[in-house]
């Protein structure tokens, strides 16, 4: 089981937002709400080595960019099965719009276990986030980004990509080629990327 100190982690985290663009999406009308969701799941290791659903977990939007899941971060936990749903609304957050140069975060309720996924539809793509207008209120829309999967895998992902200076779907790749899992990159946004893998 890989064991990341959540020093490393923070290191890892300032040196890609470094290189994050800017993303997001324009407002079709200048009245309209959007509502984003993105579901997101987080899984870890047993004693036994078993993967299993991280409860009770804090799970956000890391907003301030800090590496941790603060206060005035977009906010969330994890239920028994291990998933939470971030949400927010460009009228909450009109800076942030669809969050995609931001990292979402996963702490553990006693902090020992941290886990981060950049938040980056260009993986994301392939699940295309779908738009539902809401009829009882013509100016308000959701936005579906999709499935993240937050794990000990995408931890070691995001550091050799920071280290090697890669996009995170290219550093994916690169570990997929020298560990042989069989899980495609764009797994990490739409199917659970399974750390009995390594």
């Given amino acids: 089981m890989i064991k990341l100190t959540h020093l490393s982690i923070a290191v890892a985290i300032g040196i890609t937002l470094t290189a994050c663009g800017g993303g997001g999406s324009s407002e079709t009308q200048a009245n309209q709400v959007t509502r984003y969701t993105k579901q997101v799941t987080v899984e870890t290791t047993s ?98 980004l999709g499935s993240a999967y937050l794990t000990p895998m995408t931890n070691l992902i995001v550091i050799y990509a920071a280290v090697n200076n890669l996009p995170f779907t290219t550093a994916a790749s690169h570990i997929q080629s020298q560990i042989s899992y069989t899980s495609q990159t764009t797994d990490l946004y739409a199917n659970s990327l399974r750390t009995r893998s390594i």
Avoid: F
Avoid at 53 to 67: E, H, K, Q
Avoid at 116 to 134: C, F, K, Q, W
């Fill in 47 to 144: 004693t036994s080595n078993d993967v299993v659903p991280l409860a009770n977990a804090t799970v956000c939007l890391d907003i301030n960019r800090d590496g941790l899941c603060a206060s005035d971060d977009i906010l969330t936990s994890t239920g028994s099965s291990g998933v939470a749903t971030l949400a927010w609304t460009s009228e909450t957050h009109a800076d942030i719009k669809d969050g995609t140069s931001y990292n979402i975060l996963a702490q553990s309720s006693d902090n020992s276990e941290l886990y981060v996924l950049p938040m980056d539809l260009t993986a994301a793509a392939a699940i295309s986030g779908a738009t539902t207008r809401d009829a009882s209120a013509p100016s308000a829309r959701t936005v579906d």
